[in-house]
């Protein structure tokens, strides 16, 4: 009996081996990279930058300069490639490929944009334009609020007087308590005894940093 139960269990083991292996591979088989260059339609350079992503799909890669790209997919997967100043393009995989790569050019067609008509009126008098000049208020464009939310010296300024957020917070005063756990059950360092303090002292004393500037001798005298 034990020896029945022992061959049916190593067959059904066998069996379940057989399945995950045949199942591996069939998926292996569908799976597929795709390795290319995204050109221009009309001259053949390479278009940089470009995005292809997989269809209905969370995952794509961006080209390289050159307009060098590889993916990974699946047999039946769309490609979709897009950039801009580009009408984007579709690409679809198909499931008949032979092999597990795949070489591709993708030829990409400049799309053209029209701007709402502007005109432009030149002010009638010099006296106008020197109005306009000193009291008109232009509003900033995009680009110019851009600039004034990236600057250096603003965001310096919202750094050091923003208040911190909890999580901040707890990071300083872990911080701190790391920092007195060094010197716990003794007395921390002072800068008293530390002759790289006493040497910063002496040669500020002979730069004359500690002279009171304006100082007059005869001043009481008076």
């Known amino acids: ?17 057989g399945l ?23 001259s053949l350079r390479a278009v940089p930058g470009a995005t292809v992503l ?23 997967d769309t490609l979709q490639f897009s950039c801009v100043g580009y009408r984007a393009k579709e690409f679809p995989v198909s499931v008949d490929l032979p092999g597990q ?24 008098s010099k006296a106008a334009f020197d109005y306009a000049f000193k009291y008109w208020d232009i509003p900033n464009d995009q680009y110019e609020i851009a600039r004034k939310n990236t600057d250096a010296y603003l965001l310096r300024m919202l750094a050091y007087t923003t208040p911190l957020d909890g999580k901040e917070a707890q990071t300083r005063a872990l911080r701190q308590q790391a920092a007195e756990a060094v010197y716990y059950g003794q007395r921390p ?21 500690y002279r009171r500037k304006n100082y007059n001798p005869y001043r009481k005298l008076k």
């Open 20 to 42: 995950a292996s045949a199942a591996q591979a069939q998926s292996a088989e569908g799976i597929i990279q795709i390795n290319g260059v995204i050109m221009t339609a009309d």
């Open 189 to 209: 360092p002072m800068n008293i005894f530390s002759p790289i303090a006493w040497g910063e002292f002496f040669e500020a004393w002979k730069r004359g940093d």
């Open 54 to 76: 997989v269809k209905n799909k969370n995952r794509g890669v961006e080209a390289e300069y050159t307009g060098v790209f590889s993916i990974v997919c699946y047999k039946g």
């Open 1 to 17: 009996m034990r020896l029945k139960l022992t061959i049916y269990i190593s067959l059904l083991f066998t069996l379940m081996l």
């Open 101 to 124: 790569y795949y070489s591709l050019i993708q030829l990409m067609v400049q799309d053209t944009f029209y701007l709402p008509e502007t005109i432009i009126r030149p002010l009638p």
